[in-house]
């Protein structure tokens, strides 16, 4: 039986895609050192998405209602491109649907639908077998470094600000989680890919209107990770998510969801310590620290 690696990333994210924009970089990284394991957790198929291609269009909930099985084939590549052999789906294949989401005010900040599926992620009863099915996870791989979303959920979206809820429980639960980190957007790192792309001409999104990205203090981040050596992977991680997202190989590469607004591949992914173990200053590890 091959041993455990020394090191043990966890990471849990509410859809797929959501793990490549967000924290690909990170996971190719840490995927490729022998001496790291790379567990990601994903609470549901991402049923509710808007489709970009208009052939694949009639995968939609409010057509087929097929997408869900859909995105399963595209995380996988994703996973592949990423290097991550440890993936799991929240309580089994389909366990939790994706519980949508409505723009609410300013930006992409979402909220709540009036009404969820019986089978919602962010549905009220169901917070306790959620936390119990990642709960036996944790025990299972315990990891010494967890990796989930900001309370608010980075932006609002329902399943984001459940999986943090989910998984801050999970954790305090495990004492081998020696820290639990979520992952964010320094806003001087918003702001420096953001000019780069002011300036690329033909850029077929739109750029966004000030705040309309989220992005946080830049003295709220606790780790900076370069992940510019993992470019291509996250490249190709990107390009499986077709239904998601749409990329733009210019000069920057740039990428957009299905409302168009563009955002830069940026070299750094940036976390805040949400629990646990605080990380030295300057860190560009996550394990920074961690005994």
């Known amino acids: 039986m091959t041993p455990p690696a020394r090191r043990r990333l ?3 994210h509410a859809h797929p895609d959501d793990e490549t924009l967000t924290t690909g970089g990170t996971m190719a990284r840490y995927a490729a050192d022998p001496d790291t394991s790379v567990t ?3 609470c549901t198929l991402g049923e509710q998405g808007e489709v970009i291609p208009p052939e694949l269009a009639l995968l939609a909930p409010d ?5 869900g099985g859909y995105r399963i084939g595209e995380l996988a590549a994703a996973c592949r491109a990423l290097g991550v052999t440890d993936h799991r ?3 089994g294949t389909g366990r939790w649907r994706d519980s949508g989401m409505v723009l609410a005010g300013h930006g992409v900040r979402a909220a709540t639908p009036a009404q969820l599926h019986r089978r919602a992620l962010a549905a009220r009863d169901a917070l306790a077998d959620q936390v119990d099915a990642l709960t036996a996870v944790l025990e299972e791989v315990a990891p010494q470094v967890v990796v989930t979303y900001a309370p608010d959920g980075g932006y609002g979206h329902p399943d984001h600000v459940r999986a943090h809820d989910l998984t801050a429980a999970a954790v305090r639960r495990v004492p081998e989680v020696a820290r639990l980190c979520a992952t964010v957007v320094g806003r001087a790192s918003l702001d420096v890919g953001l000019a780069a792309l002011a300036g ?3 850029l077929p999104f739109r750029l966004p209107d000030p705040d309309e990205l989220p992005a ?3 003295d709220d981040v606790a780790v900076r990770l370069d992940v ?3 470019r291509a992977a996250r490249l190709a991680a990107l390009a499986a998510h077709a239904t998601q997202v749409a990329l733009w190989d210019g000069a920057p590469v740039s990428y957009a969801m299905s409302n168009g607004v563009a955002q830069p591949l940026l070299d750094t992914e940036e976390f805040v310590l949400l629990r646990g173990e605080p990380a030295p200053d300057g860190a ?3 394990f920074a620290g961690v005994a």
């Not at 057509?63 to 997408?67: G, I, K, N, R, Y």
Request: glycine letters at 12%; proline letters at 0%; hydrophobic letters at 60%.
């Open 10 to 12: 966890l990471l849990v």
């Open 40 to 42: 990601l957790i994903t």
């Open 63 to 67: 057509a087929a209602d097929q997408l």
């Open 89 to 91: 789906f929240l309580g």
């Open 200 to 202: 690329a001409g033909g």
């Open 216 to 218: 946080v203090a830049d």
């Open 228 to 230: 510019s050596a993992q």
């Open 284 to 286: 560009d590890d996550l």
